[in-house]
Every structure is written in structure tokens, then in C-alpha cells.
């Protein structure tokens, strides 16, 4: 028998569903339009105003929302609440160095932590759990986003946050959590070290883990319930919708539920725009409709997936969305942090270097690593060794700054990197992280 | 002080053929050579007959090449010259970057390529103690 957080809305039939999202999406639309300049501009040039927006059939009548817009509107431009309401602020690296800003509401948080609370009880939580959070606490969202979660079912919350790995395991070991949340290289590298140190599953009492913030396989899942010994679970989420608890997965593990009370899913065809029917591969795309401070509307989230209403076993009537199967645009995420070909061309290009690179992606021991091939050229070039290890070590400290991650740096001689005519193909990806 | 030539090389077989080879082509010939060697990378440093050519042969050719001054000291070809050399340049607060060979062409003498934190004191140095050392002409180094 199938648990869930809020059956009432978790099993509603679609109609009610979409009767609700139909209100919320036209309040939202509103408040939108009176609080938030771009919105209010945007409807007009489209010719749109409030009162068009009735139902969710209306929904294509709006324009888009992209991640440029969040840049252009940096930090707090897009906010549909005032300071005074909001009550946190979360942020994810940019493209240009500047960074995403988001905010939340006391109500935007307890809406969220329902979210989570969701993909948690559907993944056998209860308060009898013990929630270890591996996530970074901070300003990404995955470490506070799965434990405003935890707190709502009344599990014993370990804010572990990222990191540390040797005292990970002593935790896991000790303190016998029972559901993992990180992302699942992280949870891959963690059954690496409790195997290096001895260990077994049979020394955790893991049950679930609830893995997210970065593409993985079906491969990679039947590895981790294998070596921990527990049932897989996927979530979705993204910083400018909410966070994690966008969509999660239950226990039939074949795609994952949209919290559809709180956004709306739609599929599009990434070149002209245009909706596409349910079960259509295409480029997803959210809105908001119950939050208060931070409610963008049809967030293109450049992910390709497929959405389907074919009737869930587990009795969820939301709709599910397959993991996505990759990206319209050439973002990586590496270690769960969203890496951008371009962030690290400005890097190479403010530290003298040429725009002739490649970036390889690759996982080692169950651990992404990444290395920036970049070409040397005679104003960089010393004739001491330790002249060219400074050169490669103040470029990985410029990248950590900007990314947040380490990444290695191999100097190259000139014109080795093949120049193509088209568009180049900077990114080698040598994880194969879709199935 | 001589010119000396250096070239970033890439770890990968065929490197040091091909540009000796377009070195040759031009005409140039190499009067001393030392390889430093990391994980990563090497790095090629050449004494030449005409490092301002070499270096834009060298570039023509798309690699990246620098040009330094080095110090060549003729060190006494007896027990201790050299040691007697470094104990000079380690009292005078002198650092090595690096040094190589250059097969010597003096009598009871070993030619020596010093690339050093200061240059300039190196050479007063050496002069004030007698020590003697070799410049571009004698070399044949434009």
C-alpha cells in the first residue's frame, strides 16, 4: 500500500487538479502582471493582459520566461513580493559570473517543503527516519530544500551537508541513518569509500536515497541500491522554480510526479515555441502558480523530457515526467553544480589565453572530474617549469572561483585543438550519463 | 649573456623531430639543448645559431616560443670547478632556475648554461672572482 503526504491531492482526479491550477494560474498571472515590470511590458507587447488568463488553456498566450531574463533583472528584479515578505534567498551560479537569485516567502517556504515532503514519503519516509542530508546547505538549494522536507514529516534531520566523505561514513555507520539525500555521483562516491574502509551495506541502516540535482542513469541507480542496499529514488527540480520537489519519484521508479497544484508542465518544441501533445519529446517547461515571491511564469528550463498521464500503479494522478535526456543548450552539471562552456571561455579569455579549448568531462571512482584543455601561446609561455605550474595553478583558482568546483587545467601547444567551421565542440562528456 | 630559445612541448611522440626538423630546414643549427620534463608538459631550451629566426620558424609553425637571457660559464674541466662555481653563486645570493651542458669548445674548460634569478649580478660576480664566460660571438649566436 502506496503512502503519500497529501493523498487528497496526490490522487485528486485530473480534472480537480486542473480546476485549481486553472485559479492559482490566474491569480498568479495578476499579481505578476501588477508587481513585476518585465511581466507587465512583456503582456503588453504580446498583447496579453490579466483578465485573457482564465484557465490553464490560456497558458500559451503568455511569452516565455529564460534564464536571460533572471540575468537582466539581477538580483531582484523579477520578485513579486517585497523584502520585508521575503524570508530567504537562494542563488545558483550564471553564465556571466553573475549569479541566479531567487526568493521565498514564510508561505513560498512551507509550499516547497511540501514538495519535498512528498518525494520523501513516497520514498517510505516517516518520523521514525533518519534523514541524512549530503547536500550543500547554503545557498544551493538541495541542503535547506530537503530539510525544510524532513522537518515536515518529523523525521530526525542530519544536516551532514556536503563534503568530508570519512566522516560521512562514520555518520551513516553511527548515527544509523536511514534515507540518503544527495546527489548520486556523491552517493556513488560514498559506497566507494564505505567499501574502501571496510565497510558493507549491512553496516548502514539505509533503506532509501532520494538523489537529484544532476543527470544519472538507470545503470547508476541498479549500482546504488546494489552497493547501499536501498531502493533508488530520483527527484527533479531547478533553482528558479523552487528548488528540488518540482517533481519526484515513487516507488515504481518510472518517471517521476510533477507537483502539478503548484506548476504547470508543459512541453514545447525548443526551435518555434510551440506546445506539444502529452508524450512528446521536446524541451520542458514550467510556471509557478502558488508562489508568492519569486512566480515566473514558463521558466524555459532548456531540459528535454517527455510528459505522460498514463495511469500510475502507485495511484499518484499528477502527471510524470521522464528524466530529462538532455539539454538544448551546452550546460554541464558536474558534481550537481551547472557548468557553462561560456563561464569558463570568459576565465580563459580574462587570463590571456586563446578561445581555443575543450572541456572534458569525465568520472573517475564514481567522481565527476573535469579538465579545461586550453591552448598556450608565447605571451603565457615561460621557460621555467614552475613559471608554466603558476600559470596553470592561478587559472584553477580563477575556475574554482567562478564555478565553485575544482577543475584541472592542461596547457596545450598551439593550433592542436581541431577549429571547426561550424559550431565548435567544446565539450567532450565522457560520463554517458543518459541511458 | 647569450639569447637562449625555449619551446613549450606537448608530451607526445614526434614533437622533438618535427621541430628540429623545421629548425634544420631553415638552416639553423643547435649549439646546446636541455629538456625539462613535467607529468604535463616539457620544455624544449635551445642554444642556436640565429635565435631571433629560430623563434619566428618556430611560430610559423604554430608553437609557442620564448627568448631569455643565460649566463654560459666556462668552468674550470678540473675536480671542484663546478662545486666552486655554485659556492660562489649560492654565497652571492644567486637562485638557479636551471642549468645544462653545452659540449665545450675551450681548452680544460666545461661550458656551462646558468639560467638565474639576476643576470646581471651573476655576471659581476663571476668577473670579480675570475671567473670567465662566454658570449654570443664566441659562440656564433646571433
Known amino acids: ?435 | 649573456m647569450v639569447q637562449q630559445l625555449s619551446v613549450f612541448l606537448q608530451n607526445e611522440r614526434g614533437k622533438l623531430a618535427a621541430i628540429t626538423r623545421a629548425l634544420a630546414d631553415g638552416g639553423i643549427d643547435i649549439r646546446a639543448l636541455s629538456i625539462a620534463d613535467t607529468t604535463d608538459f616539457g620544455i624544449l631550451r635551445m642554444l642556436v645559431s640565429d635565435t631571433g629566426l629560430a623563434k619566428r620558424i618556430l611560430e610559423e609553425q604554430h608553437y609557442a616560443a620564448g627568448i631569455t637571457a643565460v649566463v654560459v660559464v666556462a668552468v674550470p674541466d678540473v675536480p671542484g670547478g663546478l662545486a666552486g662555481v655554485l659556492s660562489l653563486m649560492a654565497g652571492g645570493g644567486i637562485d638557479i632556475e636551471y642549468m645544462y651542458s653545452l659540449i665545450g669548445r675551450g681548452e680544460k674548460k666545461a661550458y656551462m648554461v646558468f639560467r638565474v634569478s639576476d643576470e646581471e649580478k651573476l655576471l659581476r660576480l663571476l668577473a670579480e672572482n675570475g671567473v670567465d664566460t662566454i658570449s654570443d660571438e664566441e659562440l656564433d649566436i646571433r
Open chain 1, 1 to 435: 500500500m502506496a503512502a503519500y503526504y497529501q493523498q487528497e491531492i496526490e490522487t485528486a482526479p485530473h480534472e480537480t487538479i486542473r480546476a485549481l491550477q486553472s485559479e492559482r494560474l490566474a491569480a498568479t498571472v495578476k499579481r505578476v502582471y501588477e508587481r513585476v515590470p518585465l511581466y507587465h511590458r512583456r503582456m503588453d507587447e504580446a498583447g496579453v493582459s490579466p483578465a485573457d488568463i482564465q484557465s490553464v488553456d490560456d497558458l500559451p498566450k503568455l511569452p516565455f520566461t529564460c534564464k536571460q531574463d533572471l540575468r537582466d533583472t539581477y538580483p531582484y528584479g523579477l520578485f513579486a513580493a517585497p523584502l520585508r515578505d521575503v524570508v530567504r534567498i537562494h542563488a545558483s551560479s550564471g553564465t556571466t559570473g553573475k549569479q541566479i537569485v531567487v526568493g521565498y516567502t514564510k508561505n513560498d517556504l512551507a509550499i516547497w517543503a511540501d514538495c519535498c515532503a512528498r518525494a520523501l514519503v513516497a520514498a517510505g519516509g516517516g518520523p521514525e527516519d533518519v534523514v541524512h542530508v549530503s547536500y550543500g546547505y547554503g545557498l544551493f538549494t538541495g541542503g535547506l530544500g530537503m530539510d525544510g522536507a524532513a522537518l515536515k514529516i518529523g523525521a530526525a534531520t542530519i544536516p551532514v551537508s556536503s563534503g568530508n566523505t570519512k566522516r560521512q561514513i562514520t555518520i551513516l555507520e553511527d548515527f544509523g541513518s536511514t534515507i540518503l539525500c544527495c546527489t548520486p555521483s556523491y552517493a556513488l562516491h560514498l559506497s566507494e569509500a564505505l567499501r574502501e574502509s571496510g565497510g558493507t551495506k549491512e553496516d548502514l541502516s539505509l533503506k532509501a536515497g532520494i538523489f537529484g540535482a544532476e543527470p544519472w542513469t538507470n545503470e547508476m541507480r541498479r549500482q546504488l541500491e546494489e552497493q547501499l542496499g536501498i531502493r533508488a529514488y530520483d527527484i527533479y527540480g531547478l533553482t528558479e522554480i523552487v528548488g528540488p520537489g518540482v517533481a519526484f519519484e515513487c516507488g515504481e521508479q518510472t518517471g517521476m510526479h510533477v507537483n502539478e497544484d503548484h506548476f504547470i508542465a508543459e512541453v514545447i518544441d525548443p526551435d518555434t515555441g510551440e506546445v506539444l501533445p502529452e508524450g512528446t519529446q521536446g524541451e520542458l517547461v514550467f510556471s509557478c502558480i502558488t508562489k508568492e515571491a519569486f512566480p515566473i511564469l514558463r521558466y524555459r528550463t532548456r531540459d528535454i523530457g517527455v510528459i505522460s498521464r498514463a495511469p500510475c500503479p502507485c495511484g499518484r494522478t499528477l502527471v510524470k515526467m521522464t528524466k530529462p535526456r538532455g539539454r538544448t543548450d551546452d550546460m554541464l552539471i558536474v558534481r550537481g553544480v551547472n557548468v557553462f562552456p561560456s563561464q569558463i571561455e570568459t576565465v580563459l579569455l580574462e587570463q590571456g589565453y586563446s578561445a581555443n579549448y575543450r572541456i572534458v568531462v569525465d568520472r573517475f571512482a564514481n567522481f565527476d572530474t573535469i579538465e579545461v584543455q586550453v591552448e598556450i601561446n608565447s605571451g603565457i609561455f615561460s621557460d621555467i617549469v614552475k613559471g608554466l605550474d603558476r600559470k596553470e595553478k592561478e587559472l584553477e583558482d580563477a575556475l574554482r572561483s567562478l564555478l565553485g568546483i575544482s577543475a584541472k587545467v592542461k596547457l596545450l601547444e598551439p593550433n592542436t585543438i581541431e577549429r571547426s567551421t561550424g559550431k565548435a565542440v567544446r565539450v567532450i562528456d565522457r560520463r554517458k550519463l543518459l541511458d
